[in-house]
T-cell receptor
Framework: SAVISQKPSRDICQRGTSLTIQCQVDSQVTMMFWYRQQPGQSLTLIATANQGSEATYESGFVIDKFPISRPNLTFSTLTVSNMSPEDSSIYLC????????????FGPGTRLTVL | AQSVTQLGSHVSVSEGALVLLRCNYSSSVPPYLFWYVQYPNQGLQLLLKYTSAATLVKGINGFEAEFKKSETSFHLTKPSAHMSDAAEYFCAVSGRDDKIIFGKGTRLHILP
């Protein structure tokens, strides 16, 4: 498995501001993922972040709104930009440890409320 | 393309009774299948996974799931429910492209 931490664990933000979420892993991993879980919903993949390359965004998500950094093999950040109440969600990062098997391990999530 | 259907957004069982959470999948390639559990205010924890070895997969906390290709199912079971099993359970499928598609989730309620 993997030990994954996220900061902050929760935050309440004002409309129009931005929040950067950090994800730290206890060992080097190639692939990291960012998900959004809206209230009462399942997980939706925002983007895949590989170290040394640009993040790959899923349909409906754009870099201007959700810029991602992946400076090394143990760390990534997701920024939620120009926030609106519709961005209120839990944001989770995950890592893939068993390449070729597809197993992902998740961080505890960041609970974001936008007023 | 892959997809997952979880039958029942809410399931209630009595403590000590059998737990059965249903999951059907669709995949254009031999799939990897997963069950994750999410306790309140926590992230997702991997319960078990199927990766084309044994069709009956045993996971943590006494859970197991059986891969049935003919039925395209991967139902999760536990012989005897415990109060601590109350949580949200997600079935997920991967088409071996490093992406996981999650079902909508089933909230399990345990009745005393």
């Amino acid at each position: 498995s993997a030990v994954i931490s996220q900061k902050p664990s929760r935050d309440i933000c004002q409309r129009g501001t931005s929040l950067t979420i950090q994800c730290q892993v206890d060992s080097q991993v190639t692939m990291m993922f960012w998900y959004r879980q809206q209230p009462g919903q399942s997980l939706t993949l925002i983007a895949t972040a590989n170290q040394g390359s640009e993040a790959t965004y899923e349909s409906g998500f754009v870099i201007d709104k959700f810029p991602i950094s992946r400076p090394n093999l143990t760390f990534s950040t997701l920024t939620v930009s120009n926030m609106s109440p519709e961005d209120s969600s839990i944001y989770l990062c995950s890592v893939e440890r068993d390449r070729g098997v597809g197993t992902q391990y998740f961080g505890p999530g960041t609970r974001l409320t936008v007023l | 393309a892959q997809s997952v259907t979880q039958l029942g957004s809410h399931v209630s069982v009595s403590e000590g009774a059998l737990v059965l959470l249903r999951c059907n999948y669709s995949s254009s390639v031999p799939p990897y299948l997963f069950w994750y559990v999410q306790y309140p205010n926590q992230g997702l924890q991997l319960l078990l996974k199927y990766t084309s070895a044994a069709t009956l997969v045993k996971g943590i906390n006494g859970f197991e799931a059986e891969f049935k290709k003919s039925e395209t199912s991967f139902h999760l079971t536990k012989p005897s429910a415990h109060m601590s099993d109350a949580a949200e359970y997600f079935c997920a499928v991967s088409g071996r492209d490093d992406k996981i598609i999650f079902g909508k989730g089933t909230r399990l309620h345990i009745l005393p």
